[in-house]
């Protein structure tokens, strides 16, 4: 059964940073290009970062580049989003998400596996 666990949200103070890691347990992880989506309440699920399956293309929302990083060791199939110069603006529950593809994709439909989601509080 593929799950995905979120875990390193927190509340933190704008400006500070979090690192969230995202564990896989799907067999074939270096198969599948991976994805961080974030919703705010009242909002929907957006877009936050993505990696290629080998980890050598990235792909960052506009609000978030310059000030987060995605990665992933696919030694332990895991995922992680670094988040520097964090804002009010960036609290949301944070998710991860794998699409089996070869390709950085940026949508909901397009992924296969969805973790729960962890939340990340920004006070100012």
């Known amino acids: 059964q593929v799950q995905l666990v979120e875990s390193g949200g927190g509340l933190v103070q704008a400006g500070g940073f979090l690192r969230l890691s995202c564990a896989a347990s799907i067999p074939t992880f270096s198969s599948y290009s991976m994805g961080w989506f974030r919703q705010a309440p009242g909002k929907e699920r957006e877009f936050v970062a993505g990696?290629?399956?080998?980890?050598?293309?990235?792909l960052y929302a506009d609000s978030v580049k310059g000030r987060f990083t995605i990665s992933r060791d696919n030694a332990k199939n895991t995922v992680y989003l670094q988040m520097n110069g964090l804002k009010p603006e960036d609290t949301a529950v944070y998710y991860c998400?794998?699409?089996?593809?070869?390709?950085?994709?940026?949508?909901?439909?397009?992924?296969?596996?969805w973790g729960q989601g962890t939340q990340v509080t920004v006070s100012s």
């Open positions: 998400a794998a699409a089996n593809t070869a390709f950085l994709v940026t949508t909901l439909y397009t992924h296969d596996y």
């Open positions: 990696i290629t399956r080998s980890g050598r293309s990235t």
